[in-house]
Structures are given as C-alpha cells and as structure tokens.
C-alpha cells in the first residue's frame, strides 16, 4: 500500500476530528446569531411597522440567506471533491468571518437608510454560500475520517457541533441580557456577538489548516477527482432520497430549534428571557442526544430511524404545535419541544451520514451538499418567513399541518430506500 492510502493513525484521527468539529461550531454559531438576536436588531434595519412585520422582514433575509445555500453546496461541494475536504472546509470558514464581519459593522437604517438592509443582504448572502459548503465538507469529512463500525456514532458530532453553535449563540444571548439594558441591546449590543463570531471564524480558519486530509479523497485517482454535476446525475434515486429526507428533516429541524422561540414570545405572549432560557435548556438535551442517537443506528441501521422520525413526525406534530401556542408554565412547554427534538434526533444524528454513505467518494461532497441545500433552502430556510406570513393573515395553524405534509414525504422516502448501513459506499 502506498503512503497516499495508509489509513489515517488514530491520533491523527481524533486531532483530525476536533479540528474539523471546531470549526464546524464557529461556523454554525455565525449562522445561528442573526436568529438568536433578531428580536434586537430588527428595529435597526426594519423600523416601520408592529413588532411581526418587523420579524417577517428579518425572517425573509434569513430565507434569502438560505437560497444561496444551493450555490454553496454546489461550489464548495465541487470544490472538496476536486481539491480535498480539508481545503473546502478552510474556505467556508473564512467567508462566514466575512459575512458576520460586515453585519458587526453595517449603520442602522436611521443611518444610511435603504443601504442598511441591502448590506443586511449582502452579508446573508454570503454566509448562505458558507454555510451550504460548509455541510457538504463538514457531513462528509466527519464520515469519511470515522471507521466504519462507529461511523453513526461519530458522525453524529456533526450535529453535536451545530447545535453547540446555536448554543453558544443563545449563551452570549443571555450574558448580554443579564448585564445589558433591552434598549442598549437594540440600539448597539446585537453588534457584540457578530464581531464575536468574526473573530472566532479567524481562529477556526487556522485550526482547520493543520487537519489531516481524508483517507476516501486521498484514494480517489486525480483523474477521478472532478466533483461534476453531471457525474453526479448518474445517481437520481439517491439525490431524491437526500432532496426527500431533507425537506422534512430540514423543515422540522428549524421549526422546533430556531422558530419555536419567536413562537413562544409573538403567539404563546412568552418575554424573551423566557423563550431564550427554555431554547437553550432543549437545545442541551437535544445536543446530547445526538451520540445516543447515532450510535443506535450503528446498531439497527439507519433507515430504522429514520421511518421513526418520519412517522411519529406526523403524527405529533400538529397536537404538539397546538399546545405550545397556549401553554404558559415553562416545564410543560419544555416537556412539548423535547418530545418534538427527541423525535427529531432520530433523523439529525444520522443526517450527515446516511447522506454520505449514498454516493462514491469522488462526487461524495457534492451529493451530500447540492440536494441537501436545495432542500433546506426551499423548506427550512423559509419556515420562519411561512409561519410569521400564515400568522399574519390569520391562519397560523395552517403552518403545522404544512410541517406535518413535509415530514409525510420524509417518511414515504424513508419507506422505500435501502439502508445507507448496509450499502454503504464508504470505504
């Protein structure tokens, strides 16, 4: 065996796998900021309106962000799959530094008027093209470099990462309300953890510079190593499978991490120390379910999960959104989401993985990133903005059984694939 494809040491592995979980976390809270302190800063950039016409118009800049998710997951997935994971995680990490920097650093409207939102925009933009490479390399990076018996297990950290991301985002959140005043959070705190984030992104980039490169890219024939859309058409049904999981997956995700808060404040009359203090006790109980999780499906496969997630999905959904538009004691409300989150660890802890053991490894990052983006960018991306905007004509109910349909086709695909385990192209 040449020294190009001797299997990578385990030290060299797990300094490989902290290095690259790192940087996935920076990057993740860069993203996950702008949702966390949207009740503050939406004055600044949208200052017309009542407080949900405020919100929509935040919310349609995140939706924006995700729309150029697609183009990410099709740059930086081509871009990994041609020049290596370990160069294409590099990358994301230094535009999302890029993205939270100019956000940090945009005058309000009362400022520089309509320039405000368009560099709001702007910033959007290019953390939406980070982030969409950033789950191609990252989801699979984390499967490639684990062995195969614990490859659920370990690529579920992934997922430990992004939801350590949105946690320390909802941290520096609560910090700042505990020594901050509401209005000097609206007029300048929102600014800290943008600045923050830029400057961890900085750190992260030099972390992701000394990991090992992938034993699966670094057996893959330089002549092999294109990363082509069209080589990657020669694999519909599992792009569909990734497009199908994903648009359920994505939507619950967001749904029950990241709009549930806003749900809480604008519809259930929760304050927002509240709302924050209860998103950050699940997000820990979901984070730590992740392993759990992961390791299950190293011993059952993964589309056993996944028809749980799917069917249990559907059938709670709407009764669990009902109650928590009313509920007002905290420990109900905890018990509501953390029944939605265990639910949905049964997809998020595989979801990097089950995506990567589809596809060979020279289209490997493409295939995960590019339907997968599509799919979160249509779906996920947009929840917040489809809930708000069903809100506002008076139908918010509509937007749980819109959930629920999503998850339906989660589940339909779920049913008629082969299990990722068991036919896995990992090698």
């Given at each position: 065996m040449s020294s190009a494809t001797k299997p990578t040491p385990p030290p060299g592995r797990l300094r490989s796998l902290i290095g690259g979980s790192?940087?996935?976390?920076?990057?993740?809270?860069?993203?996950?900021?702008?949702s966390a302190f949207a009740l503050y800063f939406a004055k600044s950039f949208f200052p017309k309106g009542d407080s949900t016409a405020q919100l929509l118009n935040v919310a349609a800049v995140f939706a924006?962000?995700?729309?150029?998710?697609?183009?990410?997951?099709?740059?930086?997935?081509?871009?990994?799959?041609?020049?290596?994971?370990?160069?294409?995680?590099?990358?994301?990490?230094?535009?999302?530094?890029?993205?939270?920097?100019?956000?940090?650093?945009?005058?309000?409207?009362?400022?520089?008027?309509?320039?405000?939102?368009?560099?709001?925009?702007?910033?959007?933009?290019?953390?939406g093209l980070s982030v969409g490479g950033e789950y191609a390399a990252?989801?699979?990076?984390?499967?490639?470099?684990?062995?195969?018996?614990?490859?659920?297990?370990?690529?579920?950290?992934?997922?430990?990462?992004?939801?350590?991301?949105?946690?320390?985002?909802?941290?520096?959140?609560?910090?700042?309300q505990a020594t901050m005043s509401e209005p000097d959070l609206e007029h300048w705190g929102w600014r800290v953890p943008f600045a923050v984030g830029a400057l961890c992104?900085?750190?992260?980039?030099?972390?992701?510079?000394?990991?090992?490169?992938?034993?699966?890219?670094?057996?893959?024939?330089?002549?092999?190593?294109?990363?082509?859309?069209?080589?990657?058409l020669a694999y519909p049904r599992e792009l569909l499978f990734v497009l199908g999981l994903g648009m359920g997956g994505s939507?619950?995700?967001?749904?029950?991490?990241?709009?549930?808060?806003?749900?809480?404040v604008n519809t259930a009359g929760w304050t927002k120390p509240a709302a924050t203090q209860l998103s950050t006790l699940t997000l820990v109980a979901f984070m730590l379910l992740q392993p759990l999780?992961?390791?299950?499906?190293?011993?059952?496969?993964?589309r056993p999960l996944l028809i749980t997630f799917g069917a249990l999905g559907v059938v709670g959904t709407v009764p669990v959104m009902g109650a928590l538009a009313g509920v007002q004691d905290f420990w109900t409300a905890f018990l509501l989401v953390m029944a939605a989150l265990t639910v949905l660890s049964c997809y998020t802890s595989i979801a990097g993985v089950f995506k990567a053991e589809l596809f060979p490894a020279n289209v490997r990052a493409l295939g995960v990133g590019l339907p997968y983006a599509i799919g979160v960018s249509l779906f996920g991306g947009t929840a917040e903005y489809i809930a708000l905007w069903l809100k506002s004509i008076g139908h918010e109910s509509w937007f749980y059984w819109y959930v629920t349909a999503c998850i339906g086709v989660a589940l339909t695909v779920a049913l008629v694939m082969p299990d990722p385990r068991k036919h896995s192209r990992i090698v």
């Open positions: 790192i940087g996935n976390l920076v990057e993740w809270y860069d993203w996950y900021v702008y924006v962000g995700f729309l150029m998710r697609p183009l990410g997951g099709w740059l930086l997935g081509w871009y990994a799959d041609r020049h290596g994971r370990r160069a294409a995680l590099t990358v994301s990490v230094l535009m999302m530094c890029a993205g939270s920097l100019l956000i940090a650093l945009t005058p309000s409207y009362a400022t520089i008027g309509v320039a405000a939102p368009v560099l709001l925009v702007v910033a959007r933009l290019l953390q990252s989801a699979t990076y984390m499967s490639e470099i684990a062995g195969a018996k614990r490859r659920g297990f370990i690529a579920s950290f992934q997922y430990v990462t992004l939801i350590a991301g949105q946690l320390v985002a909802l941290g520096v959140l609560l910090v700042l992104a900085v750190v992260a980039m030099f972390l992701r510079r000394g990991i090992l490169e992938t034993d699966s890219f670094r057996a893959i024939p330089l002549a092999e190593r294109r990363g082509s859309v069209r080589a990657l939507l619950a995700f967001y749904t029950f991490t990241t709009y549930v808060q806003k749900f809480l999780f992961g390791a299950l499906s190293d011993r059952v496969g993964r």
